[in-house]
T-cell receptor, first 116, second 106 residues
Framework: ETGVTQTPRHLVMGMTNKKSLKCEQHLGHNAMYWYKQSAKKPLELMFVYSLEERVENNSVPSRFSPECPNSSHLFLHLHTLQPEDSALYLC???????????????FGDGTRLSIL | QKEVEQNSGPLSVPEGAIASLNCTYSDRGSQSFFWYRQYSGKSPELIMSIYSNGDKEDGRFTAQLNKASQYVSLLIRDSQPSDSATYLCAVNDMRFGAGTRLTVKP
């Protein structure tokens, strides 16, 4: 039990489908993150939410749309994805104390996404 | 220029040996540094965090930080087969290296 739960664990979708990834954290943290992990590439930061406000968007294509309704939940809405979007999508949370020194993150188990 | 660089490996060491994992970073103003371990098919888990120059020890793990050289390392003493995993270096906890794959052979 990591304290960060992601659903679904696996998702196969066509390029014209619309789906959503869900993340829930039970750690009382106030910051949540979406990462993309592709084979042999570094973890790519996609979005950061702190206190439910988006504070970072790393030039992610608009076919990925995040939503953070409260500090415990984070969604990633997917629409018209491309085959190169197939990857492991990881959610993480941390306690943002507003200082320059960042706090470590706790990761969910990820959603393995395959685009047909 | 990559922000965080690691040797992708694979790094192979015999059981009981010291494994040395290295990481360099480009942002001189970085304040926080983390090592995560990721087993195949699993999510990253935090092993060590370090914020000040010098060494920080936790059990068999020692993190070393040299801000002047923009270098952080992780030493694993008495390596065990269960240490076989990919080790990710993170700077300011949002910029990750590609990871070094470590194999500890019995």
């Amino acid at each position: 039990e990591t304290g960060v739960t992601q659903t679904p664990r696996h998702l196969v979708m066509g390029m014209t489908n619309k789906k959503s990834l869900k993340c829930e954290q039970h750690l009382g943290h106030n910051a949540m993150y979406w990462y993309k992990q592709s084979a042999k590439k570094p973890l790519e930061l996609m979005f950061v939410y702190s206190l439910e406000e988006r504070v970072e968007n790393n030039s992610v294509p608009s076919r990925f749309s995040p939503e953070c309704p409260n500090s415990s939940h984070l969604f990633l809405h997917l629409h018209t994805l491309q085959p190169e979007d197939s990857a492991l999508y990881l959610c993480a949370s941390s306690q943002d104390r507003g200082h320059r020194v960042n706090q470590p993150q706790h990761f969910g188990d990820g959603t393995r996404l395959s685009i047909l | 220029q990559k922000e965080v660089e690691q040797n992708s490996g694979p790094l192979s060491v015999p059981e009981g040996a010291i494994a040395s994992l290295n990481c360099t970073y480009s942002d001189r103003g970085s304040q926080s540094f983390f090592w995560y371990r990721q087993y195949s098919g699993k999510s990253p888990e935090l092993i060590m965090s370090i914020y000040s120059n010098g060494d920080k020890e936790d059990g068999r793990f020692t993190a070393q930080l040299n801000k002047a050289s923009q270098y952080v390392s992780l030493l694993i003493r008495d390596s065990q087969p269960s240490d076989s995993a990919t080790y990710l270096c993170a700077v300011n906890d949002m910029r990750f290296g590609a990871g070094t794959r470590l194999t500890v052979k019995p």
